[in-house]
């Protein structure tokens, strides 16, 4: 309960109003007592009730007691008494499900042309596989009654499961002969048939499942199931002690009750939903630490936990009671906030929870840190929202208004304050979500793959999951795996790469305005007497063991294909034929600490990244498919599906689509290719021209010339050039490493990066001196090659190279002091400074600017111009210190060029003839 | 040239350090936790071979034969141990508040709620004595003969202590002597993994399990093979360490930061507990992990012929006991320093009496929350003075043989010197017993949930002073107290 910090937190904040901290010290008490009874409850019936919660009546729909009439439970009169219980159900989407966004067939955003709204209640989705039908269809799956009776154990009630979508009461709705509103369809026929909505009554939005300790959701799965719409809510309090049941009937029990027909106080829990609550839809929530966590291998329960493998739990993976790989070295726990002690509620909380409401960044005074400005409790109690603060998932599209309400990791978290050991904080921050690192591998299996091209003899698909190894159940051996990372689009307009898991399915749809093929129809056209059909058996049954097995059970072959096509037509469903598709789920829970937290660079920044890592989608593609990705999703899907040999698919993605260049990672192939080039032709000329010049002097036998001593290099000079040597050759190395450590292991990747730009300090501030040093001193003269005779000049010293050199010739051009440069060197030099050192300091401050000034860097290319370019002008660097070296052995003796560079004093050919 | 040389070696020293330290000094710092405990672990110096040296000096009728020998050349061993609460069994004398005189306690003069007393049952108790012959009061604690060199030195697993404190039967004394070396797990867990009368019976902490313990038993005599004496550092044969069972204060005390640093956690979360909650209530999750210790022992079942015997339930001789395994010790203040049950102490037989409470509380900033195996019992006291007594169990007309309580009683008051008024019954104790070995890895150190949060806690929060989970209400030194 994280009611009483908040409640310290405001009283530091200088709350004036005296009647506020004393209501919430109110609340504070009973939420200490609400734990005790918790636990309490869980031991046995309650024997202390809330400490606020006053006790009230319990009322039927008509608003009487339900002591007098025997009927069911009211949430809405009973809860309603108080709460404004109209107010709560329109404003939670828990209950609408979608329900007030229905459109017409297909025009929702997953483009399923069977998909009528953006929730639960007219969204597919095809591990359920069984779909409310569109209003017309000719062979519909589930109409809303039976909507309720499949998927209402998921539904807290209210909505869909109250009005019809003309706004009447279902109760009070008309009969139509063909209206899947008032209609069942008849299991055996397939015709429709009346559905009495007076007997069944309808399912009003359940308060007990989330604000009682310990509902019974399996009695109130089961009414829901057999049709007793009305006693669900009844059934959900089974076991507490207030009402039981026998044969069907269930009783109200008047002990339960004070004198004036009210619950006695004792019977009064309400509380708080407690993770336990939200468990019962949303996936496996274990919260005693003492207890070891089991779960079946690939046979969870509850969704977050098939869909994602996450598990909310504080325990430490390695005294659960799972059978992980390495188990005994996995000391973290399942999940990092519940291990701290914190609840659903704490980041998924109401809207308008005056204790948790902060207002968004984009509406709040920048000056404003928080704003005291509250909601008076009672209030918010009469009008709690059940909107609840939410993510930015890629699997739930109902409600987008509160998409990314939540507290996000930065809410909480100062990133800066545990990152400093990160290079590029912020430049990682604005690239991969918080998840990419500190989610690194689900422990638990997920499904991978549902396929429901054919069914097993129970009627249930075929499939496959990930993360287990062996048959599926207590004894599978739990690997865990690691989630793709794809990059998604935040409502606050962040693009990062989250993990995720993805599940592929594959299914039968028939005619042109497409539907699943409704499961009792596959039923038909697979199975008979409850086995499978004869023609069925002798197509698929390849060892002719009597048995379908998981490899025998796959559309591989055209036989077996055009047996099912033909099976499903002669049920009279147009062309019908198989179609796949991929949804992702985002994977936000199960965090773990720094120690489990990807930390290693090269993870990221080797050839083998990550970030794109690919994850399997199916073991198998049936005959003549492809799987696509459903729609409408924030996801962004630029990269490949591709086969392997086995047939298996797989997805691949591809961070570089979206603006991401990873160093040590991405690399421009043609880049790499030219600058190699380019460097091997140069190492090869400077070969062929020494060994001709060896060959041409072994030939004429060495020249002599008349030389004298000339001091042609100051002290400064030549410590300019040693230091920019040094400078250079290191930031190469360094270079390469960035730009390929997975061939230089031992080098730290960040400690490289980080010498990397040291060094380009350290050579742009020795150019910065050494250019001062050449204007002031007029040096910088020799550089400039003069336009007169330019040509000329260069054309001789150039044949020199190619010819007089080996000829033994003399240097066209004396060097001396103050002219060091010949006419070659100078416009050698003159483009080494004035374009390639300005193009790899620009370039290489933008690489480093995309932490500091991003939008520059974006604006002038971004990393995946910018790093390519950087390193093809590195590789022309790197051959011009080749030829450069070369050239230095070409003066009288091939070590005098490097020998004055060394001592400053250089032996300098006197040439017989004047200088033109 | 010798100039340009010298300008060069220059240049380039220059060049190396405009590049060396400014990479250096931008470099990421290395993991900041420089904990690094090895350093404070004494070496093991290899031990004399004392063969060659023992040959002549045989041969050895007796324990004292053999100490005689060691003094000949180890002139100040006996009085140095001499000095010890091994050799003593009594502690230097206390001033304790509430008392007048200055106290000492020790298992020489005091009783605990196991087998309650030494006195007038020596020869049985004292076979864990480190000395020779201590059978009756008048023993001589001044006669550096009677110290027992071989208990703590023997490394050939043969030399074992009988009645009084004499070799047993038929050791080989010449054998034992010449094979003698630094203690190891052995010669400490022979009387101490023993205690109480048994394998594991007394402590909780220690028991067989540490002579070769799993790694998950104890971090570290397992993983990294400690001796006892790695921590138990020992000068001038003076042992270090205390436990409050026969020790009142802290001095020459043991702890986790002798060698680990004080804030090692990465965690600042974790780090913050450190002012409130001992390293080992985190580190030592379960006590008694791998055998079963004592956990209640009801001396006034005893004598009963009605009874069926086993071992570690009932025996006539000693009443009714409780075992437990692998169980959550109790958490409670403590600063190190205990409160003591006097022999001759008034007690209140309605109430359990706690023999040693650990002392601190909440408001004491130097106590922290800390983990105990309390072991409660019922044992006899004198109705009509209300104290307790001792009875005498060993020997002649001591309850083992005679199963009279009356009797035992009687004469056990005449040796500790106590009144007697001849009407007795029992009453019950409670014992604390540090739980400080058995140190698990930090992968198995507790986690959040097991303390704080909607779950079962194993603190009870309002019994130990706070108002609530502190996760909520704050810690002791919050402002939100």
């Known amino acids: 309960m994280k009611l009483i910090n908040n ?130 269809d000719e062979y519909p799956d589930l109409t809303t009654p039976e909507w309720i009776q499949a998927f209402g154990g998921r539904h807290p009630g209210g909505g869909p499961a109250v009005y019809s979508q003309t706004g009447v009461k279902l109760t009070e709705l008309a009969y139509s002969v063909d209206s899947f509103e008032t209609n069942i369809v008849d299991p055996e026929t397939g015709e429709l048939v009346k559905w009495d909505w007076q007997e069944s009554g309808i399912v009003e939005m359940n308060c ?16 829901l199931h057999d049709g007793a719409f009305q006693w669900a809510n009844t059934a959900t309090l089974l076991g507490s002690g207030i009402v039981s049941e026998a044969n069907g009937e269930f009783t109200w029990n008047e002990t339960a009750f004070n004198e004036d027909k009210e619950l006695s106080a004792e019977f009064v829990t309400l509380q708080d939903p407690e993770d336990n609550n939200c468990g019962l839809c949303h996936g496996l929530v274990h919260d005693n630490v003492e207890d070891p966590l089991v779960m079946d291998g690939c046979s969870p329960e509850r969704w977050t936990t098939i869909t994602t493998g996450q598990i909310i739990s504080s325990q430490r993976l390695s005294v659960s009671g799972m059978n992980l790989a390495d188990k005994e070295n996995l000391a973290r726990s399942w999940d990092v906030h519940a291990e701290r002690q914190l609840e659903c509620t704490d980041c998924h909380y109401a809207l308008n929870n005056p204790l948790y409401y902060q207002e968004g960044s984009a509406t709040r005074p920048d000056h404003l840190l928080f704003d005291p400005r509250r909601l008076e409790l009672g209030e918010y109690l009469e009008q709690p929202l059940h909107q609840f603060a939410r993510g930015d998932s890629a699997q739930s599209m109902v409600s987008p208004n509160v998409k990314g309400t939540m507290r996000g990791c930065a809410d909480c978290h100062d990133a800066d304050a545990a990152h400093d050991w990160l290079p590029y904080a912020d430049r990682h921050m604005s690239a991969v979500s918080c998840e990419t690192c500190h989610i690194p591998k689900l422990y638990s299996s997920a499904n991978q793959q549902y396929d429901w091209t054919v069914i097993d003899i129970e009627g249930n698909a075929q499939t496959q999951c990930r993360g287990s190894e062996g048959e599926v159940g207590v004894n599978s051996l739990l690997v865990g795996y690691e989630p793709i990372l794809l990059p998604r689009e935040d409502a606050n307009g962040t693009k990062t790469l989250v993990p995720h898991n993805l599940i592929t399915t594959w299914f039968w749809i028939y005619g042109e ?43 591989d072959t055209e036989a077996k294909d055009s047996l099912i096509k033909e099976r499903l037509s002669a049920l009279g469903f147009d062309n019908p034929r198989i ?7 985002s994977i936000h829970h199960d965090v773990a600490t720094s120690d489990w937290a990807t930390r290693d660079c090269q993870t990221c920044h080797s050839e083998d990244t990550r970030l794109t890592q690919e994850l399997q989608l199916s073991g198998y593609v049936p005959i003549g498919t492809k799987a696509e990705f459903v729609p409408g999703s924030n996801v962004i899907f630029n990269g490949e599906i591709y086969e392997d040999e086995n047939g298996a698919i797989f997805y691949k993605p591809a961070p570089d689509a979206e603006n991401l260049y990873i160093l040590g990672a991405d690399s421009v192939k043609w880049i790499d290719a030219v600058g190699l080039w380019s460097f091997i032709l140069v190492v090869l000329g400077v070969l062929g021209h020494g060994g001709l010049r060896v060959y041409a002097a072994s030939k004429n036998g060495v020249h002599e010339v008349k030389v004298e001593k000339v001091y042609m290099y100051s002290v400064y000079e030549r410590f300019w050039h040693w230091m920019q040597t040094a400078a250079i050759v290191l930031l190469l190395f360094t270079g390469m490493i960035i730009h390929n450590p997975d061939s230089y292991v031992l080098f730290s990747f960040s400690g490289v990066v980080i010498t990397h730009n040291v060094l380009a300090t350290i050579l742009a501030v020795n150019a910065a001196l050494s250019l001062f040093y050449h204007l ?71 690489i480093w600017g995309a932490e500091r000034w991003p939008p520059l860097s974006a604006a002038l290319g971004g990393l995946p111009f910018l790093a390519p370019f950087h390193t093809l002008i590195a590789w022309l660097f790197g051959s011009f210190i080749v030829m450069h070296v070369y050239l230095t052995t070409t003066g009288h003796t091939p070590l005098a060029g490097i020998n004055s560079m060394i001592n400053g004093w250089d032996d300098v050919e006197v040439h017989e003839h004047t200088e033109k | 040239m010798k100039k340009i040389n010298r300008t060069w070696i220059i240049g380039a020293i220059a060049t190396l350090l405009i590049i060396l330290i400014p990479t250096i000094y931008f470099l990421p710092e290395s993991d900041k936790r420089s904990d690094d405990p090895w350093q404070n672990i004494p070496l093991h110096p290899v031990h004399t071979d004392h063969t060659a040296i023992l040959e002549d000096r045989g041969p050895f009728e007796t324990g004292s034969d053999v100490t005689r020998a060691c003094l000949e050349c180890h002139e100040n061993s006996a009085s140095e141990m001499m000095a010890t609460a091994h050799w003593t069994w009594e502690s230097e004398p206390y001033d304790i508040e509430g008392r007048d005189e200055p106290v000492t306690i020790g298992k020489k003069n005091q009783i605990n709620n196991f087998c309650i007393g030494v006195q007038g049952n020596w020869s049985s108790c004292t076979s864990c004595h480190a000395g020779y012959g201590w059978d009756s009061a008048d023993f001589d604690f001044e006669n550096e003969e009677n110290v027992d060199c071989l208990v703590c030195h023997d490394t050939t697993g043969t030399y074992v202590k009988s009645t009084a404190g004499n070799p047993a039967e038929g050791t080989d004394l010449m054998d034992v002597a010449k094979n003698i070396g630094i203690p190891g797990r052995e010669n400490c867990g022979g009387c101490h993994f023993k205690g109480g009368g048994g394998n594991a019976v007394k402590h909780g902490d220690l028991d067989e399990t540490l002579y070769y313990p799993p790694d998950n038993v104890d971090v570290h005599m397992g993983e990294h093979d400690f001796l006892c004496t790695d921590c138990h550092r020992t000068e001038a044969h003076l042992v270090s360490g205390r436990s409050i069972s026969v020790s009142l204060d802290s001095k020459n005390q043991i702890a986790c930061t002798d060698c680990h640093s004080e804030e090692l956690h990465e965690d600042e979360r974790i780090n913050v507990h ?66 003591r049950y006097l022999l001759g102490d008034e007690m209140n037989p309605e109430e359990i009496t706690a023999i040693n409470m650990p002392l601190g509380d909440i408001d004491d900033e130097t106590a922290k929350i800390f983990p105990f195996k309390v072991h409660r019992g019922k044992q006899p006291y004198d109705t009509v003075y209300n104290y307790f007594l001792q009875p005498k169990t060993v020997g002649e007309g001591g309850f083992w043989t005679e199963f009279d309580w009356d009797l035992a009683l009687r004469l056990g008051s005449e040796i500790t010197g106590m009144e007697y008024s001849g009407e007795y019954d029992f009453a019950p104790t409670e014992m604390f017993w540090p739980t400080t070995h058995m140190v698990t890895s930090a992968d198995e150190a507790l986690t959040c949930g097991y303390c704080h949060g909607e779950g079962e806690s194993r603190m009870d929060w309002e019994a130990l002073g706070y108002y609530g989970d502190p996760i909520d209400w704050g810690g002791r030194f919050s402002a939100k107290r």
């Open chain 2, 274 to 339: 450190l002012s409130s909650v001992a390293c080992q209530t985190c580190h030592i999750p379960s006590a008694a992990t791998r055998d079963a210790t004592k956990m209640y022992w009801d001396w006034s079942t005893a004598g009963n012929d009605d009874i069926e015997e086993s071992t570690h339930e009932y025996l006539k001789i000693k009443g009714s006991f409780v075992y437990e395994d692998d169980f959550v010790p109790e958490y409670r203040w403590y600063n190190g320093t205990a409160d």
């Open chain 1, 776 to 846: 002031v001193s007029g040096e910088i003269k020799q550089y400039i090659p003069r336009p007169r005779g330019f040509f000329d000049q260069t054309f001789t010293q150039a044949t020199f190279y190619i010819n007089g050199i080996f000829k033994g010739e003399e240097h066209p051009f004396e060097k001396s002091a103050k002219k060091k440069l010949n006419p070659l060197q100078q416009i050698t030099y003159f483009g080494i400074l004035n374009v390639l050192l300005p193009l790899q300091g620009i370039t290489g401050i933008l």
């Open chain 1, 7 to 136: 409640k310290s937190k405001q009283s530091r904040l200088k709350i004036t109003s005296i009647l506020f901290v004393a209501a919430l010290l109110i609340i504070g008490v009973a939420a200490t007592g609400q734990t005790a009874l918790a636990e309490k409850s869980a031991q046995g019936g309650p024997d202390e009730g809330s400490p606020l919660h006053p006790s009230f009546p319990m009322l039927d729909e008509d608003g009487e007691n339900v002591l007098d009439t025997g009927n069911p439970i009211s949430t809405m009169q009973t809860c309603g008494s108080c709460h404004d219980t109209e107010f709560i159900e329109e404003h939670s989407y828990h209950a609408n499900a979608g329900f007030d966004d229905m459109v017409a067939a297909g025009e929702t955003p997953t483009e399923r042309d069977w998909d009528t709204s953006p929730g639960f209640f007219g969204t597919w989705n095809p591990i359920a596989y069984r779909y409310l039908s569109p209003a017309g």
């Open chain 1, 513 to 555: 305005d497409e539907r699943p093929v409704p499961q009792r129809d596959l039923e038909l056209a697979y199975l008979q007497d409850a086995e499978y059909a004869p023609e069925v058996l002798e197509a698929f049954d390849a060892n002719s063991d009597g048995l379908l097995d998981d490899s025998e059970l796959i559309i």
């Open chain 1, 579 to 585: 179609a796949g598709e991929i949804q992702p789920y």
């Open chain 1, 208 to 223: 007990f499942l989330c604000h009682t300790p310990a509902p019974n959701n399996d009695a109130r799965k089961e009414a």
